[in-house]
Structures are given as structure tokens and as C-alpha cells.
């Protein structure tokens, strides 16, 4: 008690600092509360101030099971390509952790999750999904300070608004969270697990005196600790624990613990941001009673890793002694997404395994940030303006607003634009040194002194020095920038003589306004501009590139279309040419045919209900219309490509490419399914491939279309077993500008997606939907319905897979003929992205576009398994030394039995 109070002691002799500045004060906090509007110390003694930022706008929120007062604030960003940071003043050489939450609350009212990114200085820290409106959403990072100040910058929304609900900083001392690689590297943080704990809760400051989150294991979650042994047991003590060392783990968290009565500890869970290189470490303390004759020793145990479990634990001989700590780990170890681990008890051990806490935290490479970054934050410092306090790296991950980039791995700015900023002063001399630069705009300030030589910037085309109060002379130095097209310097109080060189460059140049400069030896006074007049265009203005809808190029159109949709060609005879034309019998056109008589859909006749129709003029001379709607207008590798169309009499035929495998559906449990069905890899290329046309469809077109039947049936696969969709027969156009079309509700059971049923409002993720069961499809082998396969009371896949795969149960559905010819990592991506696409709103399940990156990350994560299951002799056993489940436990004596020393190194110090 004492002890706390002390502390808020200390917190307000140190108020002030912290209000006007973030800088960090013993003992090294700072809280942001976002959107806050005054300083107030909340419940566990933390002081927070608001945020001080010039940009972003605040809002209020209410979570009905979230009543912090920080959290009832927040400040969103716009949507746009800048970034916005927080400049935090921070001790150099001192290790920090920062930890940046979310709680999106629903603030904009549009219930649109937003999805961002965040970064550290240059280097991108993660993406914010929000997947839940109530739900918070933390994020820590350990990093070593290597400058005064850090920034943390939120960028580039995908959907929603940026925003932040608090940032926090927390200084720790000593050589806690020391690693080798701290000067290339930032720890993200994965998991910090306290076992055996009493609630829910987790325990932080101030029984954290670095407060960090130390998360309960009774904890419920998905993919959070299952598969746990039933003789686990909790125990716990009230005797004081000897944590002073190594990374200082609460005491409250080491006084609880985990023992495994019946002899072994097994827990499995997902590590967000792995697979990947981490730090890892368990924190031991022997807590209970054990009687002289007893003992407890254990060893760790990972699936498919012999190795590391030759080492053995015994708590009270390695700590030296009851109620002290003992912290081995890994200071670099490869780790998998999905984590199973566990200890069991030696024979001759008469105790189980005991586990008080755990930490896992991935590696994050630093991002070195554009070569300008160092001269840029030199800039900045002589200006005060909101502009100058953008922080973060000038270019990443996304430039201040008033400079551009190139795009190279390790940026340079080209352009500089500081046009009528009321800028006062010299030149600053650190724009010379932006080597990089092709563009300077300082026009329309109050700038004085003389030009100063930009010779370093040999790229320089382009100044703007115009209407300031520059004195000095022109100078000759100007004359050695080869590439320079433009030089303005009108209206300043320049003076002396043009250099020659400049009057006899090819060049845009003004110098008039500046009544003592002269034309040098001709002594005009006379304002000139001589030179070539290059156009003074500041930004290349990207090609918007369109899809090409039509073949080759061809215009879009913009209506709304009914349903059920076809190509159909008109043949219309003209009158005049009446001699050459043939029986009135219909004929069957080609594509190519019908491009080459429309002179590739050249010129548009005519827009009807159904389609733009085109004129065209046969071969023969007869000039026909055609009509085009949607089928003939995509074209993309993953769907079926339309071919042509033929209507004879009353019967009317469309022509598709043949698909030599048929469809999705026969191979995963039809009748060829028997004895060969396709192996997982195969599967997930098929996702890849369907999901690619989709994303056609839905990204690709103008309108965007959306098929509204996606099934197993509606996938097709070609000789080589390439996906592609097909049938585009129920597909509408997504109006522009309105995000979803009502209609008559189209689909096949079991994919339809329940919210486009009960509302009959389409929108893309009704096809997202649609996938999702598809994707469980691939997992399971099951159909969407059955009256049989899903047990009592469920007849559908999605509530099936769900129910499993949320009690972490995922073998339970994985398709039986798979046998275990997949890895488990990359069927757990699968499973959780299929479970995503199926939520019961739309605006919870990802894009397609979303759902085809987690494919290919599984398509990659597949094949370095398969890799490594086909076995390569001694190249394999080294290589799953390296990259399989390998959090291990070791007594540092053991350690130097495994093979690698590099990979697999107890931190115990
Ligand atoms: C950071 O520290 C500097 C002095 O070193 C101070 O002038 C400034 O106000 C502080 N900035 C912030 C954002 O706290
Ligand atoms: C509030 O409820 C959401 C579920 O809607 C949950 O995810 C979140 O963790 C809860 N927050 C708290 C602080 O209990
Ligand atoms: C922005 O986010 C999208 C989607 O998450 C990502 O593909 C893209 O690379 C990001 N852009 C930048 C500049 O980080
Ligand atoms: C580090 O901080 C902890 C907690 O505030 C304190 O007990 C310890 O003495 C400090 N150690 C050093 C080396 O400063
Ligand atoms: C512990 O092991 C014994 C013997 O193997 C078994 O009978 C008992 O059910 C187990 N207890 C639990 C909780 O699993
Ligand atoms: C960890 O080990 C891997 C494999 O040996 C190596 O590539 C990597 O650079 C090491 N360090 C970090 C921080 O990942
Ligand atoms: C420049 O100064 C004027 C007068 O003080 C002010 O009205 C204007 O907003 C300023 N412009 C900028 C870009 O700061
Ligand atoms: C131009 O030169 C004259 C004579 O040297 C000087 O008096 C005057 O102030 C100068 N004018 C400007 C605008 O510099």
C-alpha cells in the first residue's frame, strides 16, 4: 500500500512534463488517452493526458462492458494516403515498451470495420482489422530507443477511418528484453500468459511495476490454450517470490501456477504474427510443498521435435532454491502459427510438470527508413507549422504530405513543396543536401538571404524561388545542374548579373521583378524569359487504368442490368444492302467475327435495358448491330471463357470453353472421388483460382459484378485442374455508387447467404459468403447440406465447422482421405478464414480480395511443409530443427546437446 502511494506521489510531481510534452519521465510513463480532453489518473494509478495532436478529430463512444474512462474516447483519422503520427520524446538506449489499443465502438456510425496500418517510424507495425465493435484490440511492441524520439503513425485505410484509443509507453530498466538483435530488430508481442491465474483479468500494473499485460489461461478465446491436459491443476502460493532478475515477472504472476496432476502439461494455441523467428521464454518458481523424498522433474514435449526434449527441468535445482525464478527460453527460435507444447514428468520424477508464466514475442525486422530521413528531421526543426510536425520517416510508410518520394526500397524525396507557408529565414541549407531532389517549390514566402548552392542535387529540374525577399546574386552554381528545365526567382531582391551559363541553357527562366539584377553585359533591365516553354506540371497525374471490360480495350457500360443476362447479337439487315443479303435464317457469329465487324466495338449506337449495342459491318458489307451485355465483357484467366453464342429459330446456344475435369463438386464427393481425391495443395490452388475469378468479378469490372451462385457445382476445372469459375447466369451489376441491389433473391441453398435472404439486399459479401462455404467444402468433404453427415439437429456445413473449429477442434472435420498428407498451419488459416466469410453480417466477412492473400499465404506455408514431409535426409532434420514447433525448456547443462547452438539458445542468465 505503501508502495502505491509513493507512486502517486511521484506521478504528480511529474504531471507537468507530462502534459506539455510526452517526454518520458521517471519512472518512463506515458499514457495517451486518445480524443481525452484533460489529465486525470484512473483507478490503478495511471495518470493519462490527452493527446495533443493537430490533426484528427475526436469522438465519444459507449461500450456498454467497457466503462474505462480512456476508452470512452477516441481520435479518428481521415481515410486518406497520408499518415498521422504520435511523436513520443523517449530516453535513448533505453528499452520501451509501447502498446497502442483499439476500440472502435461503432464511432462513425456506419458500422464499417475499419481495417489500417500502423507503423513504428518507418517500419509497418501491423494491420488493424476490427472484427467486433465492442471488442478492444491491443497491440505491444518492445523496442530499444536508438533516437530521442519514436513515432507511431496509423495509414493507409482500406476500409473505415484510422483511429486510436490510447497509446502508452512504458520504459523498463536494466537488461530486461535484451536481445542480441535489438538493433535490427523490434519484439512484437504474441503471447504473455499467466498461468493458473484467479480470474479473467490481467494482472498489470501496478503489480507490473513495467505494466505490461500478463493475460489470464482461464481466459476464453478461440485458438487460446486448448487441448489442455484433465489432470491439470491450478495452485498457488502467498509466499513472497525471488523475481528480481532477468525479465522481472510480477510476483502475483509467479505466486499462481499450473502443475500437471496426472503427470503432463499439453496446451495448444495460435501465435498471431508467426510462423516467424521469436523470443520465447518460460518463467518457472517451484511454489509447492515438496516433501524431502520427492522430486519434480520434466522435460518439454513438442510434436515432431525429439530434440529439444532431451533437456530436463528441475525448477528448484536450476532457480537454487524454492520461491526464486527461473526464466529459460529461446533467444531466437522458429515458430509455427498454430503452437502446441507440453511437458511431462520423468519417470522417475514423483511430481508433475509446474508452469507459473510464459512470453512469446516475434521478431520484427526494423525498416531503415528513407536515406532523406536523417537531413529531413534536421529540416523540420526550424519550422513550427503543423506541416513540420508530421513525424515518423519522410516517406514510409507513406510521405508527409508535402514532399514526394521514389519508390525505392530505401526511399529518397524528389520533391519538396512549400509554396505560400509564410516560411521566414534563410534557405534552409539542409534542402541542398536532399540529393535526390528534382523539384523545389518555395514560392510565395518571405524567405531571405541568398540562394545557396544546390549543386549536390544534381537531379534538380525544377525551382520555384518566386515572390520571397532572397537577396545575393543569381548564383553561377545554378549553371552546373545538368537536368535543370525550370528556374523562377521573379519578385525578389536580387541582384548582380545572370550568369551566361543559365541565359544559354534550354530553360524556363524568370528573373524578372528584381530591380538590381541585370542582364549582365547587355546592362537590360528588360524582364525576359527566354528558353523553351517546358510545361510547369507539378504531379503526373496517374492513368486511371480501367478494366477492360470488352475485349481489347473496349468501352463499359454503366447500367443496371436485369438478370439472367446473355450475349445476344441482332442481326439487322439494312434496307440498302438488301441485294447481298442472305436467307433471313439466323447465323452463328464468332467473336472474332463480331470484333472484326464492329471494328473492336468501335461505335456505339445505342444503349438499351439490356446492353450497349454496336455497330458493325460484315465482310460481305452487311452492316449489323450488336448488342453486348455482360457475358462477352469478362475476361479473366479463373473464369470460364465465353466463346460465342448462336440462336437459330427458337433455340438459342452460348459457347464456352470446354472444361476437361467438370466440376468441383464431382471431385470432392462424387462419384470419382473414390480411392483419388484431389490432396490438399490442389485444393487450395482451387481456392487460389476461384478466388481470383471472384475478385475479378467483384474489383476487376465497371460496374462490379456479382455472381450470386457460387457453389462447388459452378466451379469448373480444365485439364490441368485449374479452377475457374463459371456461370454467370444469375450475376448483376453492383450499381455505382450504391453498395448493394435489392432483388429478388437468388442462390442455391446452403451457399445463400443468410443477410442477403432475410434483407434481399445483394452486396459482394453475399458472394464472400458463398465462398466461405466452399471453403469448408475443401476442408471437409462434405456438402453444404446434409441430412446425415452433421449430426443431430444440424444439417448445414457451416454450422457444423463452426461448432468444431471454434472448440479448436479442427480435426474433427478435415476430410478423412486427406489422411495427413497437409500441414496443420496451413488448414487452421483456411478453417479461420472460412469461419470469417461466413458471418452472419457482411460487413464482418472480409473481401475476397482479403480471403485470397490468407489462400496464398496457406499455399506457401503448404509447400515448405511438403518440403520438409518429403524429406531430404540431413538437409530436412536441419531444417526442421529450424522451423517446427520448437518453444523448448532446457537446464542450461542440457542445452549443449542439441545440435544447433545458433537456433536454440536458453536465455537463462
Ligand atoms: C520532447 O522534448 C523536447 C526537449 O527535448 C521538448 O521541447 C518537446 O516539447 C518534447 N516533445 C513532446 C512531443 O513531448
Ligand atoms: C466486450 O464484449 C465483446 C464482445 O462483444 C468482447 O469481445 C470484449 O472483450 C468485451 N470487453 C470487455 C472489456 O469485457
Ligand atoms: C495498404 O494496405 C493494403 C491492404 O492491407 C496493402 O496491400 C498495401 O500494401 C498497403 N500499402 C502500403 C503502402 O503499405
Ligand atoms: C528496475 O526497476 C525495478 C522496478 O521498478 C526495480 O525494482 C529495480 O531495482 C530496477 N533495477 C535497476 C537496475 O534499476
Ligand atoms: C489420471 O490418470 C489415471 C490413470 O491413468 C486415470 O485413471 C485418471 O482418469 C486420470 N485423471 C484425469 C483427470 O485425467
Ligand atoms: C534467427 O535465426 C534465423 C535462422 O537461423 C536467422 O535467419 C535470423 O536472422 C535470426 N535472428 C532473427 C532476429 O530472426
Ligand atoms: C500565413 O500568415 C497569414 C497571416 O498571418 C495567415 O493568415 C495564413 O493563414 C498563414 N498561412 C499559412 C499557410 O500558414
Ligand atoms: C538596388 O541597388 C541600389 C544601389 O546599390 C540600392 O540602393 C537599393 O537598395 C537596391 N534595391 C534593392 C531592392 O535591393
Redesign the pocket.
Known amino acids: 500500500m505503501a508502495h502505491k502511494k509513493l507512486f502517486l506521489l511521484l506521478f504528480f510531481l511529474v504531471f507537468p512534463f507530462l502534459l506539455d510534452s510526452s517526454s518520458a519521465q521517471m ?1 518512463g510513463f506515458v499514457s495517451l488517452d486518445c480524443g481525452g480532453t484533460e489529465s486525470y489518473t484512473d483507478e490503478i494509478g495511471l495518470i493519462w493526458s490527452p493527446d495533443p495532436l493537430a490533426y484528427g478529430e475526436t469522438v465519444n463512444i459507449k461500450v456498454a462492458n467497457e466503462t474505462r474512462r480512456q476508452y470512452t474516447t477516441l481520435r479518428h483519422f481521415p481515410a486518406d494516403s497520408r499518415k498521422y503520427c504520435y511523436n513520443l520524446n523517449v530516453t535513448s538506449r533505453t528499452r520501451y515498451l509501447i502498446r497502442a489499443t483499439f476500440l472502435y465502438g461503432n464511432f462513425d456510425n456506419s458500422n464499417v470495420y475499419p481495417k489500417f496500418d500502423i507503423s513504428l517510424g518507418a517500419t509497418h507495425w501491423e494491420t488493424i482489422v476490427i472484427s467486433d465493435a465492442n471488442a478492444l484490440e491491443v497491440r505491444e511492441l518492445i523496442f530499444l530507443a536508438t533516437s530521442p524520439t519514436i513515432s507511431m503513425c496509423l495509414s493507409n485505410a482500406t476500409t473505415g477511418k484510422p483511429f486510436i484509443s490510447t497509446l502508452e509507453l512504458r520504459q523498463f ?2 537488461s ?1 528484453y535484451y536481445t542480441e538483435f535489438e538493433e535490427e530488430f523490434y519484439l512484437t508481442v504474441s503471447a504473455r500468459i499467466n498461468f493458473g491465474a484467479d480470474s479473467e483479468a490481467p494482472v498489470r500494473y501496478p503489480d507490473d ?2 505494466d505490461r499485460l500478463w493475460a489470464s489461461d482461464s481466459l476464453k478465446k478461440a485458438n487460446y490454450l486448448v487441448d489442455v491436459d484433465p489432470g491439470t491443476k491450478k495452485v498457488s502460493t502467498k509466499m513472497p517470490i525471488a523475481v ?1 532478475k532477468d525479465e ?1 515477472p510480477p510476483e502475483i504472476v509467479m505466486q499462481t501456477a499450473v502443475v500437471g496432476t496426472n503427470g503432463s502439461l499439453t496446451y495448444r494455441l495460435n501465435l498471431d504474427g508467426f510462423p516467424g523467428s521469436g523470443w520465447a521464454v518460460t518463467y518457472f518458481s517451484e511454489i509447492e510443498d515438496l516433501a524431502s523424498d520427492e522430486s519434480r522433474k520434466f522435460r518439454l514435449q513438442l510434436p515432431g521435435n525429439s530434440d529439444i526434449g532431451k533437456a530436463i527441468v528441475n525448477i528448484e535445482e536450476n532457480a537454487q532454491g524454492k520461491y526464486r525464478l527461473y526464466e529459460p527460453g529461446y533467444t531466437n527460435i522458429s515458430l509455427p502459427f498454430v503452437l502446441s507444447f507440453g511437458f511431462v514428468k520423468l519417470s522417475d520424477s514423483s511430481r508433475g510438470p509446474l508452469l507459473n508464466a510464459m512470453e512469446i514475442n516475434k521478431y520484427l525486422k526494423k525498416n531503415e527508413g528513407s536515406l532523406d530521413g536523417p537531413i529531413a528531421a534536421n529540416l523540420v526543426l526550424h519550422f513550427s507549422s503543423d506541416w513540420a510536425q508530421e513525424g515518423g520517416d519522410p516517406c514510409l510508410p507513406a510521405s508527409w504530405s508535402w514532399i514526394r518520394c521514389n519508390t525505392d526500397l530505401q526511399p529518397r524525396i524528389v520533391l519538396v513543396k512549400l509554396s505560400s507557408q509564410n516560411l521566414t529565414g534563410n534557405i534552409p541549407i539542409d534542402l541542398t543536401k536532399l540529393s535526390g531532389l528534382t523539384e523545389l517549390w518555395l514560392d510565395g514566402n518571405s524567405l531571405t538571404g541568398p540562394i545557396p548552392d544546390f549543386t549536390g542535387c544534381v537531379d534538380l529540374s525544377i525551382i520555384h524561388l518566386e515572390n520571397n525577399q532572397l537577396t545575393g546574386e543569381l548564383p553561377s552554381t545554378l549553371t552546373n545542374l545538368p537536368n535543370l528545365k525550370e528556374l523562377y526567382v521573379q519578385n525578389n531582391k536580387l541582384s548582380g548579373t545572370v550568369p551566361n551559363g543559365l541565359l544559354n541553357k534550354d530553360l524556363a527562366l524568370d528573373y524578372s521583378g528584381n530591380i538590381n539584377l541585370s542582364k549582365g553585359s547587355g546592362g537590360s533591365r528588360t524582364n525576359i524569359i527566354i528558353g523553351s516553354s517546358v510545361g510547369a506540371g507539378l504531379l503526373l497525374i496517374a492513368a486511371i487504368v480501367s478494366c477492360i471490360c470488352l475485349h481489347k480495350g473496349k468501352k463499359k457500360s454503366n447500367e443496371q442490368e436485369p438478370p439472367g443476362q446473355s450475349l445476344s447479337v441482332q442481326k439487322l439487315v439494312s434496307s440498302k444492302s438488301d441485294a447481298h443479303a442472305p436467307s433471313e435464317v439466323a447465323h452463328c457469329f464468332t467473336f472474332s467475327e463480331i470484333e472484326d465487324a464492329t471494328k473492336n466495338f468501335e461505335k456505339k449506337i445505342g444503349s438499351g435495358g439490356f446492353g450497349v449495342v454496336y455497330y458493325g459491318k460484315m465482310k460481305d458489307g452487311k452492316e449489323i448491330a450488336v448488342k453486348v451485355t455482360l457475358l462477352s465483357r469478362i475476361h479473366h484467366r479463373n473464369l470460364v471463357q465465353f466463346l460465342g453464342y448462336c440462336q437459330e429459330d427458337a433455340r438459342s446456344m452460348l459457347v464456352y470453353e470446354f472444361m476437361h475435369n467438370g466440376t468441383l463438386k464431382e471431385h470432392l464427393y462424387g462419384p470419382l472421388t473414390r480411392g483419388r481425391s484431389i490432396n490438399w495443395i490442389k485444393r487450395l490452388e482451387i481456392a487460389e483460382d476461384s478466388a481470383k475469378g471472384i475478385e475479378y468479378l467483384h474489383t476487376g469490372c465497371i460496374p462490379a459484378i456479382i455472381h450470386r451462385d457460387l457453389k462447388t457445382s459452378n466451379i469448373l476445372l480444365d485439364k490441368h485442374m485449374r479452377a475457374k469459375v463459371a456461370d454467370f447466369g444469375l450475376s448483376k451489376l453492383a450499381v455505382d455508387g450504391v453498395s448493394h441491389v435489392s432483388s429478388i433473391v437468388r442462390g442455391t441453398v446452403g451457399y445463400l447467404d443468410p443477410e442477403y435472404y432475410i434483407s434481399q439486399q445483394l452486396t459482394d459479401k453475399s458472394d464472400v459468403y458463398s465462398f466461405g462455404v466452399i471453403l469448408l467444402e475443401l476442408i471437409s468433404g462434405q456438402e453444404a447440406i446434409s441430412n446425415e453427415n452433421f449430426g443431430v439437429n444440424c444439417r448445414n456445413i457451416v454450422q457444423w465447422a463452426k461448432l468444431h473449429i471454434e472448440s479448436g477442434n479442427i480435426q474433427g472435420i478435415i476430410d478423412p482421405t486427406l489422411r495427413n498428407d497437409y500441414d496443420i498451419q496451413s488448414m487452421w488459416k483456411i478453417a479461420e478464414r472460412a469461419l470469417m466469410c461466413v458471418q452472419p453480417h457482411g460487413h464482418m466477412r472480409p473481401s475476397i480480395s482479403e480471403v485470397l492473400k490468407e489462400i496464398q499465404e496457406a499455399i506457401a506455408l503448404e509447400k515448405e511443409a511438403a518440403i520438409m514431409r518429403a524429406g531430404y535426409s540431413d538437409e530436412t532434420s536441419r531444417y526442421s530443427a529450424h522451423s517446427s514447433l520448437n518453444i523448448g525448456i532446457v537446464g542450461a547443462d542440457h542445452f549443449l546437446s542439441i545440435d544447433d547452438e545458433s537456433i536454440a539458445r536458453p536465455s537463462a542468465r
Open positions: 519512472p530498466n536494466g530486461v511495476p513495467f528480481n522481472m
